[in-house]
């Protein structure tokens, strides 16, 4: 079956640590997106990718990193300069004109 | 600015009744609308979406949802709630940028 895998499920991050999120797609998707998700505030946009070899900062992209280099991973790094990660992340793909499609999503917490 | 509003932060509903969520939108041109839903702890899954077409949209789980031009809303509606319909629901606008109302709980009690 096709679809959104992200990995881990839990992940636990130090003071001072980057730590990566990955997310890859069996779809065939040629856009990519990461959103965080804190409760009250629905969605929040942090990078997205149209195309591979190619990223958009989306509304919160400071403290955040991605990397496209094939068509089916979008990894996320959250770096240090991330002062608040604790959140729910989402990772979704799409074709235009279609809705989305979401992975299971990785719950990160600072230790 | 571009903007999906979910007026109510949480809507309770008794099993058998039917439900509505609101939404309403201000998008410029020819807007996609879209409902989803969110478990715990899970992603969001497509319900149901409107391009163009006839105003009432009908989707998964026996969800529909009817697109008011004039009101600038995307109720999503279903005839009858079942408890397991409780969640997290979110309506989603997109023109050249994908834009998240704040999400809505829907709570249905037994």
């Known amino acids: 079956d096709g679809g959104i895998t992200q990995s881990p499920k839990y992940l636990f991050r130090k003071e001072g640590q980057n730590v990566t999120l990955s997310c890859e797609q069996n779809l065939n998707h040629d856009a990519m997106y990461w959103y965080r998700q804190d409760p009250g505030q629905g969605l929040r946009l942090i990078y997205y990718s149209q195309i591979v070899n190619d990223f958009q900062k989306g509304d919160i992209a400071e403290g955040y990193s991605v990397s496209r280099e094939k068509k089916e991973s979008f990894p996320l790094t959250v770096t240090s300069a991330q002062k608040n990660p604790t959140a729910f992340y989402l990772c979704?793909?799409?074709?235009?004109?279609?809705?989305?499609?979401f992975g299971s999503g990785t719950r990160l917490t600072v230790v | 600015a571009q903007s999906v509003a979910q007026p109510e932060d949480q809507v309770n509903v008794a099993e058998g009744n039917p439900l509505t969520v609101k939404c309403t939108y201000s998008v410029s041109g020819n807007p996609y609308l879209f409902w989803y839903v969110q478990y715990p702890n899970r992603g969001l899954q497509f319900l149901l979406k409107y391009i163009t077409g006839d105003n009432l949209v009908k989707g998964s789980y026996g969800f529909e949802a009817e697109f008011n031009k004039s009101q600038t809303s995307f109720h999503l509606k279903k005839p009858s709630a079942l408890v397991s319909d409780s969640a997290l629901y979110f309506c989603a606008g997109r023109t050249y940028k994908y834009i998240f109302g704040t999400g809505t709980r829907l709570k249905v009690l037994a």
């Open positions: 979704a793909s799409s074709i235009p004109g279609a809705g989305y499609t």
